[in-house]
């Protein structure tokens, strides 16, 4: 695989993870952040944590497949490592990422990666997401909507959460993660967030997810939701938990 030219959110936070599919420019734009925000490592193996957490509770329901959307690298305790008997659909719209995603998981039966943007469904392959997430739309789903609320405005969120709530059978269920206004006061950071980045105030959060009914955890600090044991001594940079379209 050739190596880029451009950092990549998936990759650093791959790093971050400790894990092994990054490249240079990866780490110098990681080390980079590091030295606007330091705990960085920190907070995304707690989101990471998190993520294990949502899917096995997703999973303990009876879902069996997962449509998994801003995947990143398919590894260190992602969806199919954690629910190994579960299939599961990764999606992204990098295609770097999306190459190195085909590329770990050429030898899996059981989880696949393709092109798919979270704002409008129609661009994920049917054939894939046949394949990969059976009974689409008949049989309750599990959808994975981590790191990308921040990367959406108010309406486009609101409209993209609702769709997929069509889209889903009832019984489905929904992770999903906002970042706070953690990063308010490291102003350096904020910046090289970019534009499009939005924090929110907690208050926000049960209006965007519209119809989408959050369990009784509500949606917390990450480290906090069914933490097993006292919660890790992180920054609250998201908040999380999971939300249900009910059944009949």
């Not at 995947?71 to 659909?89: D, I, K, Q, S, Y």
């Not at 092109?115 to 994920?124: E, K, Q, R, W, Y």
């Not at 906090?224 to 890790?232: F, I, V």
């Amino acid at each position: 695989m050739a190596e880029p030219d451009q950092p990549s959110t998936a990759r650093m936070i791959d790093f971050w993870l400790g894990g092994g599919h990054h490249f240079p420019v990866d780490v110098a734009a990681a080390r980079a952040f590091e030295g606007a925000y330091g705990p960085c490592a920190a907070i995304f193996r707690s989101l990471r944590d998190f993520l294990g957490r949502a899917v096995r509770a997703i999973a303990d329901d009876g879902v069996d497949g997962f449509l998994v959307f801003g995947a990143g690298v398919p590894t260190r305790g992602n969806v199919h490592e954690v629910a190994p008997e579960a299939t599961v659909l990764y999606t992204d719209v990098d295609p770097v990422t999306i190459r190195l995603g085909q590329r770990l998981l050429a030898d899996s039966d059981r989880a696949g990666y393709g092109f798919g943007d979270a704002t409008d469904i129609g661009t994920i392959d049917p054939a894939q997401l046949h394949r990969f997430v059976p009974g689409w739309g008949r049989r309750p789903v599990g959808v994975v909507f981590l790191g990308l609320a921040a990367f959406l405005d108010d309406a486009t969120l609101a409209r993209t959460l609702d769709e997929l709530y069509e889209a889903v059978a009832p019984g489905s269920v929904l992770a999903v993660d906002f970042d706070s206004e953690e990063l308010a006061a490291h102003p350096q950071a904020l910046a090289m967030m970019g534009p499009a980045f939005r924090m929110r105030a907690p208050a926000a959060f049960a209006p965007l997810l519209g119809r989408w009914q959050p369990t009784d955890d509500g949606i917390v600090p990450v480290a906090r939701w069914r933490a097993e044991g006292p919660p890790e001594p992180v920054p609250d940079a998201f908040l999380g938990g999971i939300a249900r379209k009910p059944a009949p």
